[in-house]
């Protein structure tokens, strides 16, 4: 028996917390957001007609860990080297300090959150949770664009019908006048 066609494709990775995930699909004429945590899911959709179009707000998280296991880090280094002055406990915790602050910083700089991103109709502004980084939202937009002017090209032929004839008797004035 042959296979349906798969109707979503994945748009961009998941990003979740504790208990939850966020997902965004793509389908061809929308967006599915999915945000999934241990007892509910919610389905969003946005249609590319409907898409008027994206916002990005810096985000603080990054910035934040970045300087704050930077500190953490120069701290536990220097009390490694300078504190016990030998295999003590000071050492010992200056490298346990600095070892910790140092994965946190790696975290901090590849994967801490630097945006947060907004796609917004005219009926409903949808923070997409799952684009995180700037270049996750310049690879979306780059990948949606396309699709969006297209269903919207083509939203656009479907309301420029020809209009039909006046009834007899009517006529259409192109005068202006001054009030």
Same mark, same amino acid.
């Given at each position: 028996m042959a296979r349906a066609p798969k109707i979503y494709r994945k748009l961009i990775g998941r990003r979740g917390g504790i208990g939850s995930l966020v997902t965004? /699909? *793509?389908?061809?004429? !929308?967006v599915l957001l999915v945000e999934a945590?241990?007892?509910t899911e919610r389905y969003q959709r @946005? /249609?590319? =007609?409907? *898409? !008027? #179009?994206?916002? $990005?707000? +810096?985000s603080r998280e990054a910035e934040l860990v970045i300087w704050i296991s930077l500190g953490f880090f120069v701290a536990g280094l220097g009390l490694a080297v300078f504190g016990g002055g030998g295999a003590g406990v000071l050492d010992a915790v200056g490298w346990v300090v600095a070892i910790?602050?140092?994965?946190t910083l790696i975290y901090g700089v590849f994967f801490a959150r630097q945006? !947060?991103?907004?796609a917004v109709s005219a009926v409903q502004c949808s923070e997409w949770a799952n684009v995180a980084r700037r &270049? =996750?939202?310049?690879?979306? *937009?780059? &990948?949606?664009? +396309?699709? *969006? &002017?297209?269903?919207?090209?083509?939203?656009a032929t479907?309301? !420029?019908? $020809? @209009? +039909?004839?006046?009834? +007899? #008797?009517?006529?259409?004035s192109t005068e202006v006048t001054e009030a």
């Amino acid at each position: 028996m042959a296979r349906a066609p798969k109707i979503y494709r994945k748009l961009i990775g998941r990003r979740g917390g504790i208990g939850s995930l966020v997902t965004l /699909w *793509i389908a061809a004429d !929308h967006v599915l957001l999915v945000e999934a945590n241990l007892f509910t899911e919610r389905y969003q959709r @946005m /249609w590319f =007609q409907d *898409i !008027h #179009g994206f916002f $990005e707000r +810096p985000s603080r998280e990054a910035e934040l860990v970045i300087w704050i296991s930077l500190g953490f880090f120069v701290a536990g280094l220097g009390l490694a080297v300078f504190g016990g002055g030998g295999a003590g406990v000071l050492d010992a915790v200056g490298w346990v300090v600095a070892i910790t602050s140092g994965v946190t910083l790696i975290y901090g700089v590849f994967f801490a959150r630097q945006c !947060h991103f907004h796609a917004v109709s005219a009926v409903q502004c949808s923070e997409w949770a799952n684009v995180a980084r700037r &270049r =996750q939202a310049r690879k979306v *937009i780059a &990948r949606l664009e +396309p699709l *969006i &002017r297209a269903a919207q090209a083509d939203a656009a032929t479907a309301l !420029h019908t $020809e @209009m +039909p004839p006046l009834p +007899p #008797g009517f006529a259409v004035s192109t005068e202006v006048t001054e009030a």
